[in-house]
Antibody
Framework: QVQLQQWGAGLLKPSETLSLTCAVYGGSLSGYYWSWIRQPPGKGLEWIGEINQRGSTNYNPSLKSRVTISVDTSKNQVSLKLISVTAAETAVYYC??????????????WGQGTLVTSSS | DIQMTQSPSSLSASVGDRVTITCRASQSITTFLNWYQQRPGKAPRLLIYAASSLQSGVPSRFSGSGSGTHFTLTISSLQPEDSATYSCQQSDSSPRTFGQGTKLEIK
């Protein structure tokens, strides 16, 4: 059974860099896209971007200039970096496995979520 | 970006009721539409993918339909554990976008 375990700093000051890692247990990175998705308190979900095993990325244009998603195949991990965070980017950040288009390209497995608070 | 609009934003229903939630896309997404359930403090859970396919392990009282720009999620007989927020998501094009969510309360 595939599980995603994520971790990273939960408290940042505005202008600092958000850094999170997601480890994939019980399965391979191959054949899927691995996404980061966030959810501000009491609000809806926002897709940040995705990466595949080969390192091919796709970012939300609204964040593209500040976000980097990377993959470490030796550790079965994907990582998120978001520079220059603002207080408005306080949110729960999730990693999620994305299936291929033949399976609806849905997010079928999610990490537990990490609350990242940006406050001075 | 494709905008996803859900209605209603919240609803209250009784155990055993049939409940329908609607999701509209700002342009055609064929059947690249997925539904998620999210309980408070938990990660979303995939219920329906490709508009009408039931994800493994999801009870059969959940069903989805639609294509193009209009989609529905139906719960045929509401159970107490169905109290949650339900969100639709389009996977036809990038950036992936979600509806704002529908909060379902059990009376």
């Amino acid at each position: 059974q595939v599980q995603l375990q994520q971790w990273g700093a939960g408290l940042l000051k505005p202008s600092e860099t958000l850094s999170l890692t997601c480890a994939v247990y019980g399965g391979s990175l191959s054949g899927y896209y691995w996404s980061w998705i966030r959810q501000p308190p009491g609000k809806g979900l926002e897709w940040i971007g995705e990466i595949n095993q080969r390192g091919s990325t796709n970012y939300n244009p609204s964040l593209k200039s500040r976000v980097t998603i990377s993959v470490d195949t030796s550790k079965n991990q994907v990582s998120l970096k978001l520079i220059s965070v603002t207080a408005a980017e306080t949110a729960v950040y999730y990693c999620a496995r994305g299936r291929g288009r033949q399976s609806g390209a849905a997010f079928d497995i999610w990490g537990q979520g990490t609350l990242v608070t940006s406050s001075s | 970006d494709i905008q996803m609009t859900q209605s209603p934003s919240s609803l209250s229903a009784s155990v055993g009721d049939r409940v329908t939630i609607t999701c509209r896309a700002s342009q055609s997404i064929t059947t690249f539409l997925n539904w998620y359930q999210q309980r408070p403090g938990k990660a979303p859970r995939l219920l329906i993918y490709a508009a009408s396919s039931l994800q493994s392990g999801v009870p059969s009282r959940f069903s989805g339909s639609g294509s193009g720009t209009h989609f529905t999620l139906t719960i045929s007989s509401l159970q107490p554990e169905d109290s949650a927020t339900y969100s639709c998501q389009q996977s036809d094009s990038s950036p992936r976008t979600f509806g704002q969510g529908t909060k379902l309360e059990i009376k």
